[in-house]
């Protein structure tokens, strides 16, 4: 999103993705803005990036400065499901979807000299490419590995954009996770998938497939998984150390708005402690500015998060993704206060992009930002983290007071930054 150094940056799949896609006569290298200052220039044929809504603007910027009259740019990732036309301001070729099915037929075109101007990734070709995880990365990344066996997520929720890149949910074959993480040198393991949980049948398949790795991971899950003992039992004895949940909002207002259905059917205080029973740390997520939403969401919401002893959060501010429902409403009821805001000049990280109904967009804007801070002061860190026997186990001490420490430094460093530098792009505001 930025050229600053970012703490909180993971290892990202798409290189092992990418290097096991690219035939061996290419020769590749990987760079990660994140966690590496770029080079002035690249001496390189193809050029590609991965672009998600955030980052579009940064791409947008290095792609002007590494155009030379000879080199193909090239740009995939998230943004493109939605903003191929955008892209291809600034880029020869999109590639839309998944790299696989896509990459190998744009670099064979480019061999060839002509290269298309869209490639459009094909949702049923299965996960089955091979993932070469070796000796890409110049970063450590915290000795965290990230894999993923999932793609796509069941739900539907408004404000969200997977929808807008995976209409069905694929798996890759269990036995190939488990060579995947058996080759895998990190003893900790991240699953990206959006909901590890697709349904009970392949969840406990793939738990007791985990349990001779004895790695240690964390993944994502939705409220149904977090009512069920035998899963979660099982969760913790393969490995299981942390669970990120989407709890979204406390209003029921809120959350029919958002169609998250498989929390209006949900008991938060007892679900949560559910999951502590089983030894689990928890990353609950909230959005806020809702039309459900009033004045007093951040307060409640906050002393619902603290009272929870939940040991990590995000409060972000409902934000208009490109493609999503959302955005289509606000557009729709002229309630955006930008119509690009991830271009636009104007527009800083955090604030809010869109006329919230029953608030200011500074109110939206700064209720979160206190709520962030006051989440991650040192005060409310150790409330937290003595106020919850479970935050005592092995390893869970260690990721609570790590995860506390990163968010609350990348919180401060993040807001109220320009996304990605001056585009002068006229159209965003
Ligand atoms: C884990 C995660 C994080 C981690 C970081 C992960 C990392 N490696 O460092 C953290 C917590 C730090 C994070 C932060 C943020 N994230 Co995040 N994150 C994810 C999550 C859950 C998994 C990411 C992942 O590994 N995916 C798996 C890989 C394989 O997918 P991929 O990179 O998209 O690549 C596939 C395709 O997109 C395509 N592709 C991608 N790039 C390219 C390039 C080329 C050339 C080609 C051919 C293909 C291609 O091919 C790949 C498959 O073959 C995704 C959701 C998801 N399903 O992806 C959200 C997601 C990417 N995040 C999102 C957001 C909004 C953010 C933040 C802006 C949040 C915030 N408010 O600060 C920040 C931005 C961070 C940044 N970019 O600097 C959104 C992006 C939406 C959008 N329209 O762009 C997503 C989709 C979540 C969502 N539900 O909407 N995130
Ligand atoms: S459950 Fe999570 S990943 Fe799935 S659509 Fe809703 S917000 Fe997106």
Known sequence: MF??????????ILFGILKGLTPERFQIEFYDERTDKLPECIDADVIAFSVETFTAKRAYIMAKRYRTP??????????????????????????????????ERFLTD??????????????????????????????RYYGIGVHQLSRGCKFNCGFCSIKTMYKCVRRKPVDMIVRELSAA??????????NIFYDRQSAVELFRALIPL???????????????????????KSGCFLVLMGFESLSRESLAEMHKAANLASDYDALI????????????????????????????????????????????????????????????????RYRKWWLSDRYR????????????????????????????????IFKRLFGNKYNFLPLNLFVFMAANLISGKEIKKKQGQMLGGVLGETDAD
């Open 185 to 194: 040198k990190e003893k900790i393991i991240f699953f990206a998938d959006d």
């Open 3 to 12: 050229d600053h150094i970012s703490s909180d940056a993971m290892k990202p």
């Open 349 to 380: 990280y955090g604030e809010t992009a869109f006329v919230p109904k029953h608030m200011s967009p500074e109110d939206l804007q700064n209720g979160c930002l206190k709520m962030r801070t006051d989440f991650y002061s040192l005060g409310c």
């Open 214 to 236: 004895k790695k240690k991971w964390a993944c994502q899950i939705s409220m149904d998984a977090a009512r069920d003992d035998e899963l979660l039992t099982l969760m913790k």
């Open 110 to 139: 480019c061999e060839s000299g002509k290269p298309k101007r869209k490639y459009i990734a094909d949702e049923s070709t299965p996960l089955t490419a091979l993932f070469d995880d070796g000796a890409t990365y110049k970063h």
């Open 70 to 103: 000879t080199n193909i740019i090239a740009m995939g990732g998230f943004h493109a499901s939605v903003m191929a036309d955008e892209m291809l301001r600034y880029a020869d070729t999109v590639l839309v979807g998944d790299a696989e099915g896509t990459w």
């Open 273 to 336: 402690q559910n999951i502590y029973r089983h030894g689990l740390l928890l990353y609950g997520t909230f959005v806020l500015g809702c039309d459900g939403d009033r004045a007093d969401v951040f307060e409640k919401t906050y002393e619902f998060a603290v009272r929870n002893k939940i040991a990590v959060t995000n409060f972000n501010p409902l934000i208009p993704m490109p493609g999503t429902e959302v955005y289509a409403r606000m557009e729709r009821e002229g309630r955006l």
